[in-house]
């Protein structure tokens, strides 16, 4: 168990960016009409937003950051931290933050880093940039998570290609001294499990070539499971089944059983969006009520990093809560990771959705 405590920082503004092209589900080719019902009652997958041309998941970001900064009339010159979480990053090198500094116009004393991670992205990066605020002289930090991850799929591998949507999001984290705030973090991995989500080519172990996007039979007996090249996505649904429903909530009562509380005491759940029965199993397994544990994957697919922080917008854009509210965060996949935290979200959060102008 892997416990972080965090005080003094608030989230003071959420906002997402989706890309402007929609596919809808019932309208993939290699699906019949049967095909793709089934499908969406198995994932919820209706509908995803995709990326076209050079749109990258920076841009996303962009987008998002600079309305949540409008939105809560931050200066540029007062942003300390700049942290991006993604794995579809502009380049090899350099590192995207440093890229996205330059783009939003920030202090060239700004503390910017990459962070390489998909589903348990947003957790580990909230660790991160509420750790620094905590433990610097630094006030106001930026987290971008965001993927562009339809890109690395093969269209021809129906497994895979009606799972995958593209955003960016941006994150709006402050100190502020006193505040009674308290985050507690559980996080977690397990590399024994890597292979079951995976882009084999690429990295400096297997170097792109001449027959990297050579498309091949996924299923050789089996041909009308389609095709893929070792360049795209592979995904093992039921080791990653497997392991989500033990690791998310046992690191959600990892969390519970520290702070002394039950599942009743917390007003939302935000998980990761993989399926919606993943998420339905998970959500039995706490035994929560369904208004409680809010999903979008419907609307925008798996988002990869994005889909909780894109969850959260989905929910409370234009909606006032009255009282402040404690939501547990939940991120588990590719890695193997996992990450939960458990935070209060303020009434007066911002919140703001947006798709891609170029």
């Known amino acids: 168990m892997a416990l972080i405590e965090v005080q003094n920082v608030q989230i003071?503004?959420?906002?997402?960016?989706?890309?402007?092209?929609?596919?809808?589900?019932?309208?993939?080719?290699?699906?019949?009409?049967?095909?793709?019902?089934?499908?969406?009652?198995?994932?919820?997958?209706?509908?995803?937003?995709?990326?076209?041309?050079?749109?990258?998941?920076?841009?996303?970001?962009?987008?998002?950051?600079?309305?949540?900064?409008?939105?809560?009339?931050?200066?540029?010159?007062?942003?300390?931290?700049?942290i991006f979480v993604s794995q579809s990053s502009d380049y090899i090198l350099p590192a995207t933050s440093n890229l996205l500094q330059s783009r939003l116009g920030l202090s060239q004393n700004c503390y910017c880093l990459d962070i390489s991670l998909g589903c348990s992205g947003y957790i580990y990066g909230l660790s991160l940039v509420s750790n620094l605020l905590q433990n610097s002289k630094f006030n106001k930090g930026l987290l971008l998570v965001g993927d562009t991850i339809s890109t690395y799929t093969s269209k021809f591998d129906k497994s895979v290609y009606p799972l995958f949507g593209d955003a960016g999001t941006a994150t709006a984290i402050e100190y502020e001294k006193h505040s009674n705030a308290n985050w507690i973090f559980d996080i977690g991995s397990d590399g024994t499990g890597s292979d079951a989500i995976k882009i084999k080519a690429g990295g400096s172990r297997?170097?792109?070539?001449?027959?990297?996007?050579?498309?091949?039979?996924?299923?050789?007996?089996?041909?009308?499971?389609?095709?893929?090249?070792?360049?795209?996505?592979?995904?093992?649904?039921?080791?990653?089944?497997?392991?989500?429903?033990?690791?998310?909530?046992?690191?959600?009562?990892?969390?519970?059983?520290?702070?002394?509380?039950a599942t009743d005491d917390i007003d939302y759940f935000f998980l990761h969006q993989a399926n919606l029965f993943m998420n339905e199993t998970i959500r039995k397994k706490l035994k929560v009520d369904k208004d409680k544990l809010p999903n979008s994957i419907q609307n925008f697919g798996n988002t990869n990093g994005a889909s909780i922080p894109l969850t959260i917008v989905h929910t409370f854009n234009n909606f006032i809560q009255k009282n402040d509210f404690s939501v547990m965060l939940c991120g588990f996949g590719v890695g193997l990771s996992w990450g939960s935290v458990l935070l209060d979200l303020n009434k007066s959060l911002k919140t703001n959705m947006s798709y891609y102008h170029g």
Do not use: H, M
Request: charged share 30%; net charge negative.
């Open 12 to 82: 003071r503004g959420i906002s997402a960016c989706v890309p402007k092209k929609k596919v809808s589900t019932v309208e993939l080719d290699f699906f019949t009409n049967k095909d793709a019902e089934i499908f969406i009652q198995n994932t919820g997958i209706v509908e995803r937003y995709i990326s076209e041309g050079d749109i990258c998941a920076s841009d996303l970001c962009l987008q998002a950051a600079e309305k949540i900064l409008t939105e809560l009339a931050w200066q540029k010159d007062e942003i300390d931290i700049l």
């Open 206 to 261: 297997f170097r792109t070539n001449k027959n990297s996007f050579d498309l091949e039979y996924i299923d050789i007996n089996d041909p009308s499971q389609g095709r893929r090249s070792s360049a795209d996505l592979i995904l093992n649904g039921i080791d990653v089944f497997n392991f989500a429903i033990k690791k998310a909530p046992n690191s959600i009562f990892n969390i519970l059983k520290y702070v002394s509380k």
